[in-house]
């Protein structure tokens, strides 16, 4: 067992109860109607989920890697598309607010995320730059007091109904990736922004993912986040963080995956015997098992060495990696195991199955993930 | 109204509870502890009534240090102030003994209101609270599932529910009300008031703190003893009714809850 500070206990605990109270009953009609009701949402903001790990002073609750780990994990146990709304405005939307926006545009924007008032969005995919992050092509192009963007971003989570964006840039071409990327907050209805239509998705319903289309967009200087050029270390930064939250989630929906299996194992008998008798189903147990394991160690080491600030980077893209994965052969498994029962809609070992799989390409597929890990032990032999 | 809110922390009712080899105690490695889900019910409760009235609620539990998770969820629910009794020399100690330590705790408090639930899911005793009022010498209403206080803030009517009927109680304050589930839908605690919990006062309490022979406490003191603890009999298979028709099927049903199960 992971020793955990009082608060974040106390956080497990209430956020498992309001997820098996309030969200698990409603997953399923999430998932069919690709909609997460308003009545939900309002509900989620009155707990606070919205601004988790905004800082205090903000109006958030100021909690840190492991707090999110917490709470992301507990989410990866419920229909993922739930998440989404507020996950972003505890992420990768408003940590670049929060590392390089001026105290104007904190006060601005963080206080709305916090309660969730604004919805917030992270887009730096484009149609032709995706793990490429280098390759981006939009632009933000300085016109007296105002960027003028061109460009369209793809698969942008919360995109639709996002009220404010943090897109990343190109403002120098030449520069490129060595400091011709910036970071630009486009608010919703901005001249010449427009929100795509929501994507229709393998799993994540709920979830709005959508294009965001620029044509001579225009936005005042002061949208800027930070200085020109540091758009790249922004979103790498940005996305660090992300890695943790994508493996807590991982690791949760493993764990979920693990024990609606056991359950089921248990309770189905078949050749006059509950399968879980046969060898075959408590190899996949034991396995399932000691990989969650090994998943938890991993997690919750990380979280505990990021909340004491010490540079993870390499350990945040493992422990996404290995978790991700861990979750997907468990939520195979749990199908397996569950027989034509995990095929069923209604069944939820089916949508978790569809879930698990988008977090192996998220925020960094999990190939990008393996170059990021080996770049630092090849380049630097012992 | 100043409220107090007495709190019990007891293993989650998910938990495998294991005998111990002793045979008189459970394991309690690995156990998830939780509020006890009735006295939660009268935090909540203390929560509505201060939000109405004004005043303070102040949460005081018994137990091992870990007992400060379940004073703070309180906290972080909306109470003001906790108090943690804790003393090796408590350790095993039974209802009673219990009820004397909280007694002490408590009595120089300055209180119109005190709710505990109605037992504790763990024992199953219901006894504390009744004690403590005796000790205390102010009246006790147990199993409320209404609590409404006068508009002059003096008396307290609490509604009882008695085999389908419902007792309704008017008592002058300061009283012990034990909470029933039906009281209330506890609130959840929200992050920002996770966070503010951490900086509200928590007091820690010894015997000798307060004023306490640690020799009426423990397992060597107890008036009542644990003889035995068994695990509840295996569950047997369910049975399922054999039949053509569903008119036969509803025949052989009706016969065996007749003879079988006895209940018809
Ligand atoms: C539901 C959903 C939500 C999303 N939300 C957001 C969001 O909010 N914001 C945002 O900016 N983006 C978002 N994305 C985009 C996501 O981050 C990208 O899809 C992801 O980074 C992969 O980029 P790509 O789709 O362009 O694939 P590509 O980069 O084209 O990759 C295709 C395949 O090639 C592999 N590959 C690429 N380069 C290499 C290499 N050098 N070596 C080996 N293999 C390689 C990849 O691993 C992958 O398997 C979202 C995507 C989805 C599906």
């Known amino acids: ?382 | 109204m100043n409220i107090i809110v007495l709190l019990k922390q007891v293993p989650d009712t998910e938990t495998q509870i294991k005998i111990a080899p002793d045979g008189k105690s459970i394991v309690t490695d690995d156990i998830k502890w939780i509020m006890n889900p009735y006295d939660e019910f009268g935090v909540e409760e203390a929560l509505r009534i201060k939000e109405k009235f004004g005043g303070e609620v102040t949460v005081v539990g018994l137990g091992p240090k870990r007992v400060t998770e379940s004073i703070r969820t309180a906290l972080a629910m909306g109470a003001d102030k906790g108090i943690l009794i804790t003393d090796d020399a408590l350790e095993g100690s039974d209802s009673l003994a219990v009820a004397k330590a909280i007694t002490a705790a408590v009595k120089d408090l300055d209180y119109d209101l005190i709710f505990t639930g109605q037992r504790g899911i763990d024992d199953d005793m219901g006894v504390v609270g009744a004690s403590v009022a005796e000790l205390l010498g102010i009246p006790n209403i147990s199993l409320g599932i209404k609590v409404e206080i006068s508009e002059d803030q003096k008396t307290v009517t609490v509604n009882r529910p008695v085999e389908g009927q419902t007792l309704v109680i008017e008592s002058s304050l300061p009283a012990l009300i034990t909470a029933q589930k039906g009281l209330n839908e506890p609130r959840y605690a929200s992050l920002p008031g996770i966070m503010k919990a951490k900086r509200k006062p928590l007091e820690e309490k010894s015997l000798a703190d307060l004023g306490l022979d640690a020799s009426e406490f423990g397992t060597e003191a107890r008036k009542v003893k644990i003889l035995e603890l068994t695990p509840p009999p295996e569950r047997a298979a369910g049975k399922i009714i054999e039949g053509e028709t569903p008119q036969e099927k509803a025949a052989e049903l009706a016969r065996l809850l007749h003879e079988e199960a006895k209940v018809l």
């Not at chain 1, 369209?152 to 403002?171: E, L, R, S, Y």
Request: contains cysteine; glycine residues 10%.
């Open chain 1, 1 to 382: 067992m992971i020793e955990l500070p009082e608060e974040i206990e106390i956080l497990k605990q209430t956020v498992r109860r309001f997820v098996e109270d309030e969200v698990e009953p409603l997953a399923y009609l999430i998932d069919e109607q690709e909609r997460v009701p308003d009545q939900l949402v309002k509900k989620a903001r009155d707990l606070g989920l919205f601004g988790l790990t905004i800082p205090e002073q903000y109006g958030g609750s100021g909690m840190g890697p492991l707090g999110l780990a917490v709470l992301r994990e507990e989410l990866g146990r419920t229909n993922m598309g739930f998440g989404s709304f507020f996950l972003l405005n505890n992420g990768i939307g408003s940590k670049g607010i929060l590392y390089q926006g001026s105290d104007e545009q904190k006060e601005k924007y963080l206080p709305k995320l916090a309660s969730g008032e604004m919805i917030a969005c992270f887009a730096l995919t484009e149609p032709d730059a995706g793990s490429d992050a280098g390759a981006i092509k939009t632009t933000a192009e300085r016109r007296g007091d105002y960027y003028v963007i061109n460009g369209t971003k793809q698969f942008i989570t919360n995109g639709p109904v996002a009220d404010v964006a943090t897109v990343i840039v190109v403002t120098d071409k030449k520069l490129g990736a060595h400091g011709g990327i910036s970071a630009v907050l486009v608010e919703k209805g901005a001249r010449g922004f427009i929100q795509g239509k929501e994507e229709k998705k393998m799993g994540w319903h709920g979830s709005a993912t959508g294009s965001l289309i620029f044509e001579d967009c225009t936005v005042p200087v002061g949208n800027l986040l930070g200085k020109p050029g540091q758009g790249f270390a922004v979103a790498m930064k940005t996305l660090a963080f992300g890695r943790l939250g994508v493996a807590a989630t991982a690791l949760g929906a493993a764990q979920r995956a693990f024990e609606m299996a056991c359950d089921y194992a248990s309770q189905r008998v078949a050749f006059g015997k509950p399968i879980a008798k046969q060898q075959f189903i408590q190899g996949m147990i034991a396995d399932m098992a000691t990989e969650i394991w090994a998943a938890r160690l991993m997690v919750y080491t990380l979280a505990k060495d990021m909340e004491a600030d010490l540079e993870r980077n390499t350990e945040a893209s493992m422990a996404k990696v290995f978790a991700t994965e861990v979750a997907w052969r468990a939520a195979d498994a749990n199908v397996q195991i569950h027989g034509g029962m995990g095929y069923i809609r209604e069944h939820p070992a089916e949508r978790l199955y569809r879930d698990v799989r988008l977090l192996r390409i998220v925020e960094g597929t999990s190939e990008i993930q393996r170059i990021v890990i080996s770049r630092k032990y090849l380049s630097n032999p012992l």
